[in-house]
């Protein structure tokens, strides 16, 4: 199938990996590329794959106006990727959304908004075919061992912490977890932030160093044993394998997925 695609965030680290994916492969047809500082210069030049006759645009709402699209992949900022996704789909283009920063409430508002204009939308914290399994395996190991911390650690760009990885993570850790209280009972932190964010009864700690990409350690305690299970991803070509096979599989929808092991065949 054909499917024409609007990529929003196209200068950035991941928008440019997902520009070169749209150009190896020929059933993608890139047809707009957002970015506010590069308004007017053609991205395949800033992707270094030569003119490809596509100007960056300035907003996603102008280039949905102007644009005939299916999809709207989008890698922007945590602040905007919500509003983008409610314009896509007023405008009956499915978002791909790889942005991390959505709330639950967020999630639940475009899912309605989804299901109320049948447009499918699929939002993946993260891409890598390797981190979903992470994910899963983390999951299943929580059932046997309740005792869990995620150690997430990326770039030192990066804006939100924890990631939405270790968000995902912890969310799908806490449906299998049993309800224990981790650790001493008269634990003190003689510094703030210490010992980590604690979601869902648990803790996450967030490194940010120059040399990471995006890289992500379950580590679960029992008497006498640990179990670590971990994921590196040590270049962005790793999500692409599974921004396409999203982009693909949004076409099929018309409701709001999160999560990519929701369309994968496990
Ligand atoms: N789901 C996944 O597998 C992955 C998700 N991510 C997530 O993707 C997001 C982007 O990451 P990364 O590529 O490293 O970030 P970058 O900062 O490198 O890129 C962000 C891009 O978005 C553009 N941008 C920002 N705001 C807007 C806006 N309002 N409208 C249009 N374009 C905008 C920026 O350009 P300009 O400043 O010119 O506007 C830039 O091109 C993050 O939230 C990150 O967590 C990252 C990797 C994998
Ligand atoms: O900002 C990044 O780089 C990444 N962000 C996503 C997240 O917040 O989990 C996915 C991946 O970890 C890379």
Redesign the pocket.
Known sequence: MEISVIV????????QEVVRMIEQNDHLHLVGA?????VGKDIGDIVGLGKLGILCTA??IQTLETVQADVLID????E?VKVHAEQAILAGVRPVI????LSEKDIESLSHLARLYKIGVIF?????IGAVLMMQFAAKAALYMPHVEIIESHHD????AP??TAVKTAEMIARNRSEIKQGHPDEQELIDGARGAMMSGFRIHSVRLPGMV?HQEVIFGDQGQTLTIRHDSIH?ES?MP?VKLAVEKVMELDYFVYGLENVLDF
């Open positions: 929003a965030g196209a200068t950035g680290r991941m928008g957002v970015s506010r500082s590069n907003s996603v890698f922007t900022t945590p905007h790889g942005t991390s920063g993946a914290p993260n891409f890598a760009q990066k804006l939100d990631s939405g995006a962005r999500f599974g």
